[in-house]
């Protein structure tokens, strides 16, 4: 019978030392410290990334398909208020739940990770099969191809750790551009509504009302009281209290102080002795 258990490339490492048995060290250490350790890595990673992918894939699928079906069945008529609040429950709770999970699949690039990472795995794989079975650049003796495959293995693995970098640095651009966006937006929000708000005050302080005249001062003269136009004179004399004084007086009768002046001399002719 097959065995369809997974493929442990450690134990493949330990099945090749047990029969080749190299006489170097170095090479026994590298195979599994590090080429077995960063097969099992890679394997393991690829497999959980894409199983969560997936997952999150399905959900939204299915969510996406049952919002539809739910709004078709929200009737304010027919249906009990308890029901028709219900759907309008999950029909929101569905589209959260659906931005949510597109946005963990965009921001940790779930993916193109694990295409990257089941890559890398199957060239260490390549690389380590060419080797054991004595092809392509591996055809001499295995103790002298050794450098050759530490050189090719370290470039795949650093070809990838490229790879990881720039999706990282990918993932801070995006956030500092959204981040940038956000704040861009909050303050011309902050400014459209700073204008609307001083608008009218600030136009009605700039420009001056256009119904508004400028007149001359008018001085009143005292003996024909109708006005007089000084078109020279920018601001009005400001009268002082001596002459409202003298105006005031001389628009009394002439006649009048000098009765009052005889009737008071005359009582004051009868009073005396």
């Known amino acids: 019978m097959a065995n369809n258990s997974a493929y442990d490339p450690l134990a493949a490492i330990k099945i090749y030392l047990e029969d080749e048995k190299p006489s170097d060290p170095s090479f026994r250490n590298y195979?599994?410290?590090?080429?077995g350790d960063q097969l099992i890595w890679?394997?393991?990673?690829?497999?959980?990334?894409?199983?969560?992918?997936?997952?999150?894939?399905?959900?939204?699928?299915?969510?996406?398909?049952?919002?539809?079906?739910?709004?078709?069945y929200i009737d304010a008529q027919n249906n009990p208020a308890y029901l028709n609040t219900a759907l309008k429950v999950f029909v929101g709770a569905s589209g959260v739940a659906i931005a949510i999970l597109e946005a963990l699949n965009s921001l940790f690039k779930s993916q193109e990770l694990y295409i990257d990472y089941r890559g890398t795995a199957e060239q260490l794989k390549q690389e380590f099969s060419f080797f054991l079975g004595r092809t392509g650049d591996y055809k001499g003796?295995?103790?002298?191809?050794?450098?050759?495959?530490?050189?090719?293995?370290?470039?795949?693995?650093?070809?990838?750790?490229?790879k990881w970098m720039d999706v990282v640095r990918r993932n801070e651009e995006s956030a500092q551009s959204e981040e940038i966006k956000k704040k861009v937006e909050e303050n011309l929000r902050q400014l459209v509504l700073t204008t609307?708000?001083?608008?009218?005050?600030?136009?009605?302080?700039?420009?001056?009302?256009?119904?508004?005249?400028?007149?001359?001062p008018v001085v009143f003269d005292t003996n024909s009281q109708s006005p007089v136009e000084q078109p020279t004179l920018s601001v009005p004399e400001i009268p002082s209290p001596e002459r409202e004084?003298?105006?005031?007086?001389?628009?009394?009768?002439?006649?009048?102080?000098?009765?009052?002046?005889?009737?008071?001399?005359?009582?004051?002719?009868?009073d005396s002795p």
């Open 31 to 35: 195979l599994i410290n590090r080429l």
């Open 42 to 72: 890679y394997d393991s990673k690829s497999t959980k990334i894409k199983k969560y992918w997936v997952r999150r894939r399905i959900f939204t699928i299915v969510l996406s398909a049952l919002i539809p079906f739910a709004v078709g």
């Open 141 to 162: 003796n295995p103790e002298e191809d050794y450098p050759k495959l530490v050189a090719k293995l370290e470039g795949i693995m650093a070809a990838q750790n490229n």
């Open 196 to 216: 609307i708000n001083s608008g009218p005050q600030s136009t009605t302080s700039e420009q001056p009302p256009t119904n508004v005249q400028t007149t001359t």
């Open 245 to 270: 004084t003298v105006v005031e007086s001389s628009n009394l009768p002439p006649t009048e102080p000098s009765k009052k002046g005889m009737n008071d001399s005359t009582d004051a002719e009868a």
